[in-house]
């Protein structure tokens, strides 16, 4: 999995454009406002854990960059593996422009294996913005879907984005 992992480059804010391709299921998942972390442990009959693939500053894509509206290139980006019952169910990916990593938002930096989910849902500090949706088209007719919303901080200029990459199994019957 981490030799490929699934990047999706194409947002959109207009959802409906993929609303025929959604089932209930699909939007269910993708349009969930609350927190993935705290839904995937429901769904979770054993064990959710959190695998990070890699951490630290890098560079950003740059889509990330123009939705962030960041003057420089470089992020502290984190990318997890969020795994239920051993199997990996989604990717996430979270740009932190190095700009916001000051006071009590230095703590993104040092989550290791703690869900992120767990931070910004548990703190009346950071509100969500309206998701975009984006797909990866597959050899096999399937897609993977995903979505990426910006967390504000307080309405201060402290922003970060969270991208969100379901695996096909999260939309099995």
Not at 150 to 166: A, M, R
Request: with cysteine; net charge positive; aromatic share 10%.
């Amino acid at each position: 999995m981490t030799q490929n992992l699934p990047y999706i480059h194409r947002w959109t804010s207009a959802y409906k454009k993929y609303s025929p391709l959604l089932s209930s299921l699909n939007k269910s998942w993708l349009l969930d406002s609350g927190s993935l972390t705290r839904r995937l442990i429901k769904q979770s009959t054993q064990d959710f854990r959190v695998r990070v693939v890699s951490e630290g500053v890098a560079r950003m894509f740059q889509h990330e960059k123009d939705v962030l509206k960041s003057p420089v290139g470089c992020a502290w980006i984190r990318e997890v593996e969020l795994i239920v019952d051993g199997q990996v169910w989604v990717f996430a990916r979270s740009v932190v422009p190095l700009s916001t990593l000051n006071g009590q938002d230095l703590q993104l930096r040092y989550l290791g294996n703690k869900p992120l989910g767990h931070l910004l849902f548990s703190s009346p500090r950071y509100k969500r913005s309206q998701f975009q949706i984006g797909k990866i088209a597959l050899e096999n007719t399937q897609s993977i879907w995903g979505r990426r919303s910006i967390f504000s901080c307080n309405g201060q200029q402290k922003n970060l984005l969270v991208s969100e990459t379901f695996m096909p199994v999260v939309f099995s019957d």
